[in-house]
Each structure stands twice: as structure tokens, then as C-alpha cells.
């Protein structure tokens, strides 16, 4: 009979422990909400010491070195307030923008006046920013033999010509040359990719010997049919996919 009672005594006790967590849980939720009360009211004062005092905190960290001695960072005359880096992106950019039109003005206004009206009209293509510098796009038809990578003798005036612009220039250059979907019927090229890859090296290699153009900042890159402009079957169309673009690269920028 004793031992009932005792049973039915802890089961008693422990049905009365959840208060116990209850009133704890009760006195967490009315701290927090008594913190949230007082950090919504304004005080001006309070937030710019608070300010300050991170930004202090955030001027002076120190750096430890490997031999385990600490730099005060504050000290170094190359330490600085921290700066909006949003801020800083947009004005790198904006530069590079004025840089790459810049470049374009200078291409254009050279190729005009160095081009007669007929190389212009049957050679070039166009001239166009990228993102990453100046595009110069020619008529691969007119540069090279059909399905060949000889440099047409028509071709080397204007080449030449663009040569003595690249070398004025001295930034780096890439040479892309493209084909169409037309099959290649030379046993020499087995593919598109052949013949676009041995095309540009053939124009790179002709442009650094005539103008002697630094190789570290040359590079060839064939791309057979892979970057086409246009899938139109019109005669006019498939002629403007085989192209040589030059790209001349903004200063600041590499391949």
C-alpha cells in the first residue's frame, strides 16, 4: 500500500515540472521583448557613439605577422576609413568604359583614314567595342584563299594597315578566325577546326614578322562554325560567318 502512494506521489511531482520551463520560457520572452522596447527608441546620440566606436574598432585591428609579432594597422600609413565598395566597382568600371571608347575612336579614325572606300567596303566587316576591348571584323573570304590559309594578295595592303595600327598601339591582341556550316572539301583540313586555327596563326604570324609585333602579346584561337552570327541559308549571310576578328584589348585587360 506504501509503495502506491509513492508512485502515485512522483507521478504527481512529475506532472508539476513543466511549470518550472514554462515560468522560464515566460521571463526569457519578457526580457527580450523589454530589449527590443528600449533599442526602438531613438537615441541620436547613443547611435553615433556606438558608430564611432566600431568604426575605431574597425580601423585599428591588428594584423600578426609570421614571426608572431602584431601590426597596428592604424599606424600604417597605407591604412585607410573603410570605403563604399560599391562605390569603387562603379568607378573602375566607369573608367574602363571611357577607355575602351576611347580605343574605339582611335581604331576607327585610324582604319578611316588608312583604308581606301573599295578595301573598306569589300574587306571589313565592322568595328565594335566588347567588353574587353575593340573587335575588328574581316572578310575571312577576302583575307585567305577559298578553304586555304593563304593570305590573299589583295588582302596584305589593308593587313598591313592594321598591322601598323596594332604595333601603335602595342596592346595585347587575340586573332579569331570563323567558318560557316559549309562542308570542307580539302583533303589538307579535315574540319573547320583545322582550317580556323591554321588560319589565324598564319595571320598572326604574318602580321608579328612585317610589323614585329611582341609574341607575348599575340594569341591565335580557331572557332570553325561554333560562334556563328547567322543561321540565314542567304548567300550575303553565310559569307559574313567566315570572319577574322582582331581583338585589340583594353590596356588593363587580359585573355
Known sequence: MSKRKKKRAEEHEN?????????????????????????SKGDV?????????????????????????????????????????????????????????????RVESYLDQNLTGSQKEQILFGIQDTDWGVKVSLSADKVFAHESAKINREAVAPLLAVGR????????????????????????????????????TKLLRFLMQQQSLSAEKMTAAGFANSRLISSSSQKVDKARNRRVDILILNENDFY
Open 15 to 39: 506532472h508539476e515540472r513543466w511549470l518550472v520551463s514554462y515560468a522560464d520560457f515566460i521571463t526569457l520572452l519578457f526580457a527580450f521583448f523589454v530589449v527590443m522596447y528600449a533599442t
Open 45 to 105: 546620440e547613443k547611435q553615433k557613439s556606438f558608430e564611432d566606436s566600431i568604426k575605431k574598432y574597425l580601423n585599428k585591428i591588428t594584423a600578426v605577422s609570421i614571426g608572431g609579432n602584431s601590426t597596428d594597422l592604424s599606424e600604417s600609413k597605407s591604412s585607410s576609413p573603410l570605403s563604399n565598395p560599391i562605390q569603387s566597382w562603379r568607378k573602375i568600371y566607369t573608367k574602363k568604359d571611357k577607355e575602351i571608347e576611347q580605343l574605339l575612336e
Open 165 to 200: 595600327l596594332l604595333k601603335e598601339l602595342n596592346h595585347g591582341v587575340i586573332i579569331e578566325n570563323h567558318y560557316g556550316n559549309e562542308p570542307i572539301k580539302n583533303n589538307q583540313y579535315p574540319s573547320a577546326w583545322e582550317l580556323t586555327s591554321m588560319r589565324s
